[in-house]
């Protein structure tokens, strides 16, 4: 079984910065991409940034040059440092994982999600 727990998110007033967490654990073999999603209400979840474990990051245009994905291989963890955060910013924010792991005495790939973790961005 595979999991992701993240931490970090909270209210901050525009302009603030916040630093979001996500550890993975389980019965990974190898994690090929970690990321964070973002979803309000009555809207699909959508990309917010997306990182390889060769470091190679890709983020939403929103967030270029606000926000910092950076991953932890040894540690199973992905962080997301987002600064200059604005009131379109707030959502829930899902880390997932493109892992390979060992589950019913096979190999598979998959993606896994975290329950999320809120943020609120307001004055």
């Known amino acids: 079984q595979v999991q992701l727990v993240e931490s970090g998110g909270g209210l901050v007033q525009p302009g603030g910065s916040l630093l979001l967490s996500c550890a993975a654990s389980?019965?990974?073999?190898?994690?090929?991409?970690m990321g964070w999603y973002r979803q309000t209400a009555g809207n699909q979840r959508e990309l917010v940034t997306r990182?390889?474990?060769?470091?190679?990051?890709n983020y939403t245009d929103s967030v270029k040059g606000r926000f910092t994905i950076s991953i932890d291989n040894a540690k199973k963890v992905v962080t997301l440092q987002m600064k200059s955060l604005k009131p379109e910013d707030t959502g829930v924010y899902y880390c997932?994982?493109?892992?390979?792991?060992?589950?019913?005495?096979?190999?598979?790939?998959?993606?896994?999600w975290g329950r999320g973790t809120p943020v609120t961005v307001s004055s």
């Open positions: 997932n994982a493109d892992c390979t792991f060992w589950s019913d005495h096979t190999i598979q790939r998959d993606i896994i």
């Open positions: 389980g019965n990974i073999l190898h994690l090929n991409a």
């Open positions: 990182i390889t474990t060769d470091g190679s990051a």
